[in-house]
T-cell receptor
Framework: DQQVKQNSPSLSVQEGRISILNCDYT??????FLWYKKYPAEGPTFLIS?????DKNEDGRFTVFLNKSAKHLSLHIVPSQPGDSAVYFC???????????FGTGTKLQVIP | EAGVAQSPRYKIIEKRQSVAFWCNPI?????LYWYQQILGQGPKLLIQ????????DSQLPKDRFSAERLKGVDSTLKIQPAKLEDSAVYLC??????????????FGEGSWLTVV
């Protein structure tokens, strides 16, 4: 049962343009959503998060949007840079013990 | 602040052998997680500790996997006997309490296991 889904396994974007990574979830008990970035041979690193009581959170070039009615969130990167090339994981938290469930990831390639 | 430390980074073993991975979380972090990431998939939670107690091990294959967190700090994850399908990256992560906005989990670099 895949509760967090990232339906696009890969995405290519030109440098300077916008990258949009999408994520869908099924569990309405999720109360917090996170995006992680992962380079090869490294562990995932935290990028940005959003509480379920908000619909937008912005941090520099990164903005996460949450649409609770659609159970959908997206990560926008503007402008995209070659160093952004990595695998991006969407994750969602639930429960009193903060169980975090990850999606399958989207590999972003930013072309110079 | 030191990050989550894991060892060994890489391990190759034959099927039916045993292996153990060690994790030292960020100082003061009460919650410790072990995730399994198979190539091309997202991290899957194997076990979650709150201090030295287990709060979730629903996806841990208990016939071959075991984990402990003595004294609520370091943790070890053991696989015995290993199967070919256990080839994966084993990620340790930790997070602090209390639960709240901005709280997140921090990962180590992972332990790469190849079972041949």
């Amino acid at each position: 049962d895949q509760q967090v889904k990232q339906n696009s396994p890969s995405l290519s974007v030109q440098e300077g343009r916008i990258s949009i990574l999408n994520c869908d979830y099924t569990n309405s008990m999720f109360d917090y959503f996170l995006w992680y970035k992962k380079y090869p041979a490294e562990g995932p690193t935290f990028l940005i998060s959003i509480s379920s009581i908000k619909d937008k959170n912005e941090d520099g070039r990164f903005t996460v949007f949450l649409n609770k009615s659609a159970k959908h969130l997206s990560l926008h990167i503007v402008p995209s840079q070659p160093g952004d090339s990595a695998v991006y994981f969407c994750a969602a938290r639930s429960g009193g013990y903060q169980k975090v469930t990850f999606g399958t990831g989207t590999k972003l390639q930013v072309i110079p | 602040e030191a990050g989550v430390a894991q060892s060994p980074r890489y391990k190759i073993i034959e099927k039916r052998q045993s292996v153990a991975f060690w994790c030292n979380p960020i100082s003061g972090h009460a919650t410790l997680y072990w995730y399994q990431q198979i190539l091309g998939q997202g991290p899957k939670l194997l076990i979650q500790f709150q201090n030295n107690g287990v709060v979730d091990d629903s996806q841990l294959p208990k016939d071959r996997f075991s984990a402990e967190r003595l004294k609520g700090v370091d943790s070890t994850l053991k696989i015995q006997p290993a199967k070919l399908e256990d080839s994966a990256v084993y990620l340790c992560a930790s997070s602090s309490l209390p639960r709240g906005i901005g709280n997140t989990i921090y990962f180590g670099e992972g332990s790469w296991l190849t079972v041949v």
